[in-house]
């Protein structure tokens, strides 16, 4: 299994950016997956999910801001960001659900992209 997240960089506050996740060695389009995100001396924080059949969750902060989507002939996930403000700051990686069912946890992270917001 590996997921390889890209698109981080440095944005401006209310600045936009989409983070891509390509994966590879499991049945992607069968999966769901999941976005995290770590903020400097903080610990890991769930941001949004899809599932197999595209339903979509975001956390309560990121809910109208973000939108997470997937295109299943690519093997992608994407997480579109706008209205970025500092707290966002942080890496964000994608990752494997370990539950399926409720998407909880997770089996397999990708090694994260940093994304800053600062003027």
């Known amino acids: 299994v590996q997921l390889v997240e890209s698109g981080g960089g440095l944005v401006r506050p209310g600045g936009s950016l989409t983070l891509s996740c390509a994966a590879s060695g499991f049945t992607f389009s069968r999966s769901a997956l999941k976005w995290l995100r770590q903020a400097p001396g903080k610990g890991l924080e769930w941001v949004s999910a899809?599932?197999?059949?595209?339903?979509?969750y975001y956390a309560d902060s990121m809910e109208g801001r973000f939108t997470i989507s997937r295109d299943n002939a690519k093997n992608t996930i994407y997480l579109q960001m706008s209205s970025l403000k500092p707290e966002d700051t942080a890496v964000y990686y994608c990752?494997?659900?370990?539950?399926?069912?409720?998407?909880?946890?997770?089996?397999?992270r990708g090694q994260g992209t940093q994304v800053t917001v600062s003027s």
């Open positions: 990752a494997i659900p370990r539950d399926a069912s409720t998407l909880f946890g997770y089996s397999y």
């Open positions: 899809i599932r197999s059949d595209g339903t979509t």
